[in-house]
């Protein structure tokens, strides 16, 4: 939020949470402006930005008009064009140097009924990486259904493994779940995962990077999908 | 991005200066919010006889100060009377100082305002119940006499947050497990400002939500054994 603010493109910037406060329920009475942009901070369409967010924000589709105030409903930032972008930055980043040519990259989503979105949005981004051939080979892979992240080193056929987290931020999964499914950890731990360092298992070099969310360019992001609601909003130029 | 998109009509800020008026102390919260020689000094409510305070000057510095609490537990609700003591937060104008308090307590200006404004529409808490959905739809099944007592365990102002309770349990039930101090509306803010600003429960929060949905399923969790047992 305090980037978001930083970059100056809104009049201000405030965000709300499902489970922490301001909560979606207390946020809109914290807000001064009469045109407010809503972008779910989520990877995927799904449950929380089709059913919990328009419910517990009274929205009644993609432009709610209420009072003397006009709600626009963006897209998710997992449906920018540019989350493929943020991926491979974090592949390349988790493991300088290695050559792609030699490198199975592999995407780990949570997997379940819960999350069919995500699953789906997590596939699309592999099928859009393996279309530009960087590296030698691109796979899906989730925590709780097949194929299982536990499997890797069956799965990826390349002597480099660089494992990304499709979450929009570090938490319980990236921290400390998938490190112990990928053999890294016997048991949970927070400092120091996410290295550029290799873990030498099963025969492999493995590389596993941080999520998406943390990245810098993420808040851009966020913006873009305010922008990109209405390319005829009312603007005053700078200039 | 070479485009600002601006028009605001409300201004919290405006709001704020109005409600701090000419006095020169006010308390939110546990917050003892001073004027300063330039701007506002803030501390912790018990802290305003001490000298060795540690001295923070960015509003976000509010944000970690908020927090955990004096053991270093995460504060799930920032209106819990847990907030640490040993800071100093001296801002230099009265956007800071909102900017502040809504990492402090989030959204309770905001209610505030809108309390004043006549634009606060309290709900009772059958109508959050029955809005949710997955995993919580089965909170909705929570009786008065449950509801009650998880009102009194989750929301009592020694041990679990300071909030004004505007809501009932329904259109006809209201809630008898907390004293009344807990329910009375704020005072319209006076031609000299406000001394303290009260922080407003409009409508059932999530953690209350999630206790409700707990309380329920231990109430079929203990009928189940007797349910089993032969006739």
């Not at chain 2, 009786?143 to 009932?168: F, G, P």
Request: aromatic share 8%; hydrophobic share 40%; proline share 6%.
């Amino acid at each position: 939020m305090e980037k978001i603010r930083s970059l100056g493109v809104f009049g201000e910037v405030c965000c709300a949470f499902w489970k922490e406060e301001p909560s979606l329920r207390q946020v809109m009475h914290t807000i001064d402006s009469e045109e407010v942009y809503i972008v779910p901070n989520f990877i995927s369409e799904g449950y929380f930005t089709k059913t919990v967010i328009p419910r517990e924000l009274e929205l009644s589709g993609r432009v709610t008009r209420r009072g003397d105030r006009v709600l626009k409903y963006c897209d998710p930032v997992g449906n920018s064009e540019r989350v493929t972008e943020l991926l491979l930055r974090r592949a390349a980043e988790a493991a300088p140097g290695v050559s792609p040519a030699e490198t199975s990259l592999v995407i780990v989503g949570h997997g379940t009924d819960l999350n069919e979105n995500s699953a789906a949005a997590a596939k699309r981004e592999v099928e859009k990486i393996r279309a530009m051939g960087i590296y030698a080979e691109a796979l899906n892979a989730y925590m709780e259904e097949p194929p299982l992240i536990a499997e890797w080193d069956r799965l990826a056929s390349q002597p480099n493994v660089v494992v990304v987290p499709f979450f929009i931020s570090d938490g319980l999964h990236s921290y400390e779940d998938i490190p112990v499914l990928l053999g890294m950890e016997n048991a949970p731990r927070r400092e120091g995962i996410f290295s550029a360092k290799a873990a030498h298992l099963r025969g492999r070099s493995l590389y596993y990077a941080s999520a998406i969310g943390t990245e810098p360019l993420f808040a851009e992001i966020i913006v873009e999908q305010a922008l990109a609601f209405d390319p005829q909003w009312d603007i005053e130029s700078n200039a | 991005m070479g485009h600002r998109i601006q028009r605001v009509r409300r201004n919290l800020s405006e709001t704020l200066a109005i409600w701090l008026g000419s006095r020169s102390e006010w308390c939110i919260g546990q917050i003892r919010i001073a004027r300063a020689a330039q701007g506002f000094d803030l501390c912790h409510r018990d802290d305003s006889n001490r000298d060795d305070l540690k001295v923070f000057s960015s509003p976000f510095d509010a944000r970690f100060l908020a927090q955990w609490d004096d053991a270093d537990a995460y504060r799930p609700l920032k209106t819990a009377p847990n907030l640490r003591h040993g800071w100093r937060l001296i801002l230099p104008d009265i956007d800071e100082l909102r900017h502040a308090i809504d990492y402090f307590y989030p959204a309770m200006l905001g209610l505030l305002r809108d309390w004043d404004r006549s634009a606060l529409k309290p709900v009772p808490l059958r109508e959050t119940l029955s809005r949710q959905s997955g995993m919580y739809v089965m909170a909705r099944k929570i009786s008065d006499a449950q509801a009650q007592d998880t009102i009194a365990a989750c929301c009592n102002s020694q041990s679990r947050c300071l909030k004004i309770i505007l809501w009932r349990i329904s259109a006809e039930t209201l809630i008898t497990a907390l004293p009344e101090a807990k329910f009375i509306p704020p005072e319209a803010a006076s031609a000299s400002g406000r001394e303290n600003f009260p922080m407003l429960c409009d409508e059932a929060c999530n953690l209350l939500v999630s206790e409700s949905r707990a309380a329920v399923k231990r109430a079929a969790q203990s009928d189940s054994p007797s349910r089993s047992q032969p006739k």
